[in-house]
């Protein structure tokens, strides 16, 4: 049958107790003492141990002779080994062990106590929060320490354990690409990630300390424009118990400095403490600004393509259905007049062009677009755009180029489908009684055309959207009436691109528009 008795207090009996000092035999007959679970070491004035109680003697093995007699030497002459390590698994400098702190007077207890990791007699590893005080006679003297040792193995683990969750939950937190916000139920922010902080400058929101500020510096709308009321927005929602997900999730719309909206969808939840009492609540907040603006720029796709494809297919099927019914009378086939060829041959040429552009675009989407590149001179390429512009407009379009050629080695076919669109946004954009300029130059090994018109202009925030495919610019109207897909400026950039060229917009509201675009000049004679 083993042993299990606690072991018994030590107690240096071979050195002496000073006089009127609390040491040894008189600190350890306390049967407090006796049943502590901290270890508690005591030294005397020079740091040799001269007692412990049993958890002492089984932590650093107080009654085993080697220890004994290697304890038993000053502090100053014992041999420094790796028993004290910091919790890094540093060896502890000896000027910093706890006893000899306490030893110069220093008082460990609170927030001054020291952790630490050792190894117990058995090999097993410890961390340690250890205190400790002087001991001082009836004088004041200093005539010895006492350290207490407490094993917080166990917690420190867990705590280690925490931290290593809390800091995946905070990547989690903080990688989002949502937008995530806890607000307790006083309407305070607890917390928010930097998704949400982008998400509220974007609206120019300050990001102040309380939700209710939030709706009052940019108030949410609908999709019609109306403000939503309070009690449908999901933080009051959830602070009534009610969980916001899936489809039943708010879609926001915020007016944004620069000009259009911002549409978020807002789900939430309500946080509960343990007896299941709401105490704040968690939001997320989605951009789907493009989501929409894609759905609405299909439906309008959708719309152009309809309109432009109509026309001319009506007017076709209408004369195909007069030949029949003359056909049908036994009469001739009539030819049609020159205003009908007119206006058949514009509407094919809409559709052609409308068509082209689709089929183009797919094939810069795909980057399958390719370039057969032969050496042509691009000023040519732009007289004769203007001329074919000003053929069928009737426009005036003025040409300035140098008097020799300006080579470049393209495709003529699809450089000449950038100047005709850059033609044609010039004239549909600019009074019908106002030139528009092309001029051509070079400088720094580059060939540049310029296409100018004095049309209203364009807004700054839309400028960085102008070669985005299916972007019209809002508010600006044509001088024909005439709609478009938004795909000649984002086509015209990738055709100059493929050439290893830049294109770029130079405009201002009220001041007209410049499109230009650079190609390198051809190095061959």
């Given at each position: 049958?083993?042993?299990?008795?606690?072991?018994?207090?030590?107690?240096?009996?071979?050195?002496?107790?000073?006089?009127?000092?609390?040491?040894?035999?008189?600190?350890?007959?306390?049967?407090?003492?006796?049943?502590?679970?901290?270890?508690?070491?005591?030294?005397?004035?020079?740091?040799?141990?001269?007692?412990?109680?049993?958890?002492?003697?089984?932590?650093?093995?107080?009654?085993?002779?080697?220890?004994?007699?290697?304890?038993?030497?000053?502090?100053?002459?014992?041999?420094?080994?790796?028993?004290?390590?910091?919790?890094?698994?540093?060896?502890?400098?000896?000027?910093?062990?706890?006893?000899?702190?306490?030893?110069?007077?220093?008082?460990?207890?609170?927030?001054?106590?020291?952790?630490?990791?050792?190894?117990?007699?058995?090999?097993?590893?410890?961390?340690?929060?250890?205190?400790?005080?002087?001991?001082?006679?009836?004088?004041?003297?200093?005539?010895?320490?006492?350290?207490?040792?407490?094993?917080?193995?166990?917690?420190?683990?867990?705590?280690?354990?925490?931290?290593?969750?809390?800091?995946?939950?905070?990547?989690?937190?903080?990688?989002?690409?949502?937008?995530?916000?806890?607000?307790?139920?006083?309407?305070?922010?607890?917390?928010?990630?930097?998704?949400?902080?982008?998400?509220?400058?974007?609206?120019?929101?300050?990001?102040?300390?309380?939700?209710?500020?939030?709706?009052?510096?940019?108030?949410?709308?609908?999709?019609?424009?109306?403000?939503?009321?309070?009690?449908?927005?999901?933080?009051?929602?959830?602070?009534?118990?009610?969980?916001?997900?899936?489809?039943?999730?708010?879609?926001?719309?915020?007016?944004?400095?620069?000009?259009?909206?911002?549409?978020?969808?807002?789900?939430?939840?309500?946080?509960?403490?343990?007896?299941?009492?709401?105490?704040?609540?968690?939001?997320?907040?989605?951009?789907?600004?493009?989501?929409?603006?894609?759905?609405?720029?299909?439906?309008?796709?959708?719309?152009?393509?309809?309109?432009?494809?109509?026309?001319?297919?009506?007017?076709?099927?209408?004369?195909?259905?007069?030949?029949?019914?003359?056909?049908?009378?036994?009469?001739?086939?009539?030819?049609?007049?020159?205003?009908?060829?007119?206006q058949m041959d514009y509407g094919l040429a809409r559709m052609q062009r409308l068509l082209d552009d689709l089929r183009v675009a797919t094939k810069?989407?795909?980057?399958?677009?390719?370039?057969?590149?032969?050496?042509?001179?691009?000023?040519?390429?732009?007289?004769?755009?203007?001329?074919?512009?000003?053929?069928?407009?009737?426009?005036?379009?003025?040409?300035?180029?140098?008097?020799?050629?300006?080579?470049?080695?393209?495709?003529?076919?699809?450089?000449?489908?950038?100047?005709?669109?850059?033609?044609?946004?010039?004239?549909?954009?600019?009074?019908?009684?106002?030139?528009?300029?092309?001029?051509?130059?070079?400088?720094?090994?580059?060939?540049?055309?310029?296409?100018?018109?004095?049309?209203?202009?364009?807004?700054?925030?839309?400028?960085?959207?102008?070669?985005?495919?299916?972007?019209?610019?809002?508010?600006?109207?044509?001088?024909?009436?005439?709609?478009?897909?938004?795909?000649?400026?984002?086509?015209?950039?990738?055709?100059?691109?493929?050439?290893?060229?830049?294109?770029?917009?130079?405009?201002?509201?009220?001041?007209?528009?410049?499109?230009?675009?650079?190609?390198?000049?051809?190095?061959?004679t």
């Amino acid at each position: 049958m083993s042993d299990t008795s606690p072991s018994p207090a030590y107690v240096d009996s071979s050195l002496p107790v000073l006089p009127g000092s609390p040491l040894a035999a008189s600190v350890l007959s306390s049967a407090i003492l006796e049943a502590l679970a901290d270890a508690v070491i005591v030294y005397d004035a020079v740091g040799r141990v001269v007692g412990g109680n049993p958890a002492a003697v089984d932590l650093i093995g107080l009654d085993l002779p080697g220890r004994r007699k290697a304890l038993a030497a000053p502090i100053g002459e014992r041999e420094a080994g790796a028993e004290l390590l910091t919790l890094q698994g540093e060896p502890l400098p000896r000027d910093e062990w706890p006893a000899v702190r306490v030893l110069r007077g220093e008082a460990l207890t609170g927030e001054h106590t020291v952790d630490l990791l050792t190894h117990t007699v058995a090999g097993q590893e410890r961390i340690l929060n250890v205190s400790g005080a002087p001991l001082l006679d009836s004088g004041g003297e200093m005539v010895g320490a006492v350290c207490a040792a407490r094993d917080i193995t166990a917690r420190k683990q867990l705590e280690y354990q925490l931290a290593e969750r809390a800091a995946e939950l905070e990547t989690i937190f903080a990688t989002q690409v949502e937008g995530v916000v806890l607000i307790a139920a006083d309407g305070h922010i607890v917390r928010m990630n930097e998704a949400q902080q982008r998400l509220l400058a974007a609206r120019g929101i300050e990001p102040t300390a309380r939700i209710e500020t939030w709706a009052q510096q940019n108030p949410p709308c609908d999709a019609a424009g109306q403000v939503v009321p309070r009690e449908r927005l999901v933080y009051y929602r959830a602070l009534h118990g009610e969980t916001v997900t899936g489809e039943q999730a708010l879609e926001l719309y915020h007016r944004i400095p620069e000009g259009g909206d911002l549409v978020l969808r807002i789900s939430g939840a309500p946080v509960r403490d343990p007896q299941g009492h709401i105490v704040g609540v968690v939001l997320t907040s989605y951009d789907v600004t493009q989501q929409r603006l894609l759905e609405r720029q299909r439906l309008d796709i959708m719309r152009v393509v309809v309109h432009d494809l109509n026309n001319p297919v009506s007017a076709l099927r209408l004369y195909v259905q007069m030949q029949q019914r003359r056909l049908a009378q036994g009469q001739p086939p009539l030819l049609p007049g020159d205003q009908l060829l007119s206006q058949m041959d514009y509407g094919l040429a809409r559709m052609q062009r409308l068509l082209d552009d689709l089929r183009v675009a797919t094939k810069v989407e795909l980057g399958t677009l390719d370039v057969q590149r032969t050496r042509h001179d691009v000023a040519a390429l732009c007289r004769e755009e203007a001329a074919a512009q000003q053929a069928v407009t009737g426009r005036a379009v003025q040409v300035q180029t140098p008097p020799q050629p300006v080579w470049v080695e393209v495709d003529a076919e699809r450089i000449g489908q950038v100047i005709a669109n850059l033609l044609t946004n010039a004239l549909k954009y600019s009074p019908p009684d106002r030139p528009v300029y092309v001029t051509v130059g070079t400088a720094d090994g580059m060939a540049r055309v310029v296409v100018r018109d004095e049309g209203p202009g364009i807004p700054s925030h839309e400028q960085q959207h102008l070669f985005e495919q299916f972007h019209r610019v809002a508010g600006i109207e044509t001088q024909d009436g005439s709609g478009g897909l938004g795909l000649g400026l984002y086509i015209s950039k990738a055709i100059v691109t493929q050439h290893d060229g830049e294109m770029g917009v130079e405009s201002a509201v009220g001041h007209g528009s410049t499109f230009w675009f650079n190609l390198p000049l051809s190095t061959s004679t």
